[in-house]
C-alpha cells in the first residue's frame, strides 16, 4: 500500500517514493499523481493570476516575491489536497483510475498522444473593417492530419519591439527627453512626470499590453472613454471605491510609442477643466496632490507613493546626472 507523504511541495524524498510506487504498482499511486498534477495546474492559475495584477511597486522587492512563490506551491498543493477543483478525479479517469460504474478504463501512454497531431484549422481572412487580434477563437482539431494544413496558413505573431528598459536607471534615461517636452507644455518639472510614469508602469516593467501582446505604450494608465477614438487595450485593473481596493476590467488607451504618450498626457490634462488648478501649481509636490484631488486616480496614497519615487536616492542621482549633462557647454 502506497503511503508516502507529499504535502509539502519541498518534500523530494516523498516525490521519490511516489515515483517508485507508480513504477511498481501504478494503481496505488494513481490518487497522490493526481492530486500532483491537479496541484501544478493550480500553481499555473495562481502565477497568472499574480501576474495579472499591478503589484505594490513600493512593498515589492525580489526577497518578498521569492517567498509570495514558495508560498502560492504550497496553498496549491493544499487546495489539491482538500477538494481542489476537482480535476484530480477527471485525470484519474484519463490516467486510467476507472469510469463509469468502476469499469476500468485504460489510460493513455504518451505514443497515444504523440500519434494525434494538433493542428490549426486555416481561418478565412477578416475584412478591413474587423480587428482582429490573437484572442480571436481559432479551432484546433486532434483528428485532423498534419499535412492537410499548408504550412503558410500558420503565422508567427510579430510583436513591435519594446524599446530597451531593464531597470530604473534606463527608465529615466530613455523618457528624459519625452518628459522634457510634455513639462514645458505643462508648466511642471519633467522629474515629477517621470516619477508619476514610473509608478503606473512599474518602472516600464508592468505596461499595459494590448490583446495580441503588444505593448500600448500608456505610461499614464489613461483610459479610453468616449472621447478616445485611437486603439484601446483592455486589462484588470485596482480601483478605490470608499477607499475599498475593487478588481475591475477597464479600457485604456493604447499608442504607438511612449513620445505619444507623453504627449496625449499634456493634451489630456490641458483640455480637462478640472485639472486646471493642477496646472497653475508651481511645485511637484502640490502639482501631484491637485491631481489627486481633481479624481486623476482612485488610489487615496498616489501623490505620496509618487512623491516617495521622486525622494529614492538612487532616483535622484540619476535625475541630478541628467541635468547636469545638459547645462554642460
Do not use: C
Not at 93 to 101: A, F, N
Not at 126 to 137: E, I, L
Not at 190 to 216: F, Y
Request: a negative charge.
Amino acid at each position: 500500500m502506497y503511503s508516502a507523504d507529499t504535502s509539502v511541495y519541498t518534500d523530494f524524498q516523498g516525490l521519490a517514493k511516489l515515483r517508485t510506487a507508480a513504477q511498481k504498482d501504478a494503481g496505488d499511486a494513481l490518487e497522490e499523481t493526481a492530486q500532483q498534477f491537479e496541484a501544478v495546474m493550480m500553481q499555473m492559475m495562481l502565477k497568472s493570476m499574480r501576474q495579472a495584477s499591478f503589484g505594490e511597486e513600493m512593498m515589492e522587492s525580489d526577497q518578498s516575491l521569492f517567498y509570495r512563490d514558495m508560498y502560492d506551491q504550497q496553498i496549491a498543493i493544499h487546495l489539491a489536497k482538500s477538494g481542489g477543483l476537482g480535476l484530480t478525479e477527471v485525470i484519474k479517469r484519463q490516467l486510467g483510475g476507472g469510469g463509469v460504474e468502476g469499469v476500468q478504463l485504460p489510460g493513455k501512454t504518451l505514443s497515444d498522444y504523440r500519434q494525434q497531431a494538433v493542428t490549426m484549422v486555416p481561418v478565412s481572412k477578416a475584412s478591413s473593417a474587423d480587428k482582429k487580434t490573437n484572442s480571436d477563437p481559432v479551432a484546433i482539431s486532434p483528428l485532423m492530419n498534419r499535412s492537410s494544413v499548408p504550412p503558410a496558413s500558420v503565422a508567427p505573431v510579430q510583436k513591435a519591439p519594446d524599446p530597451s528598459i531593464d531597470s530604473p536607471e534606463a527608465f529615466l534615461r530613455h523618457l528624459w527627453p519625452m518628459a522634457q517636452e510634455a513639462a514645458i507644455l505643462l508648466g511642471q518639472e519633467p522629474d515629477t512626470l517621470l516619477a508619476q510614469a514610473a509608478l503606473e508602469s512599474g518602472w516600464g516593467q508592468k505596461m499595459i499590453r494590448k490583446g495580441d501582446g503588444n505593448n500600448s505604450f500608456n505610461l499614464f494608465g489613461i483610459k479610453a472613454d468616449q472621447r478616445w477614438s485611437g486603439d484601446k487595450a483592455i486589462v484588470p485593473t485596482l480601483e478605490y471605491e470608499d477607499g475599498v481596493a475593487v478588481r475591475q476590467k477597464a479600457a485604456f488607451r493604447a499608442y504607438d510609442s511612449f513620445a505619444d504618450s507623453f504627449k496625449d498626457y499634456a493634451a489630456f490634462l490641458q483640455s480637462n477643466p478640472r485639472y486646471q488648478p493642477a496646472l497653475q501649481t508651481v511645485d511637484g509636490g502640490s502639482y501631484l496632490s491637485s491631481l489627486q484631488e481633481a479624481g486623476y486616480a482612485t488610489d487615496p496614497r498616489y501623490a505620496e507613493k509618487i512623491e516617495a519615487i521622486l525622494n529614492r536616492p538612487e532616483t535622484k542621482q540619476v535625475l541630478a546626472q541628467l541635468k547636469s549633462t545638459e547645462q554642460r557647454p
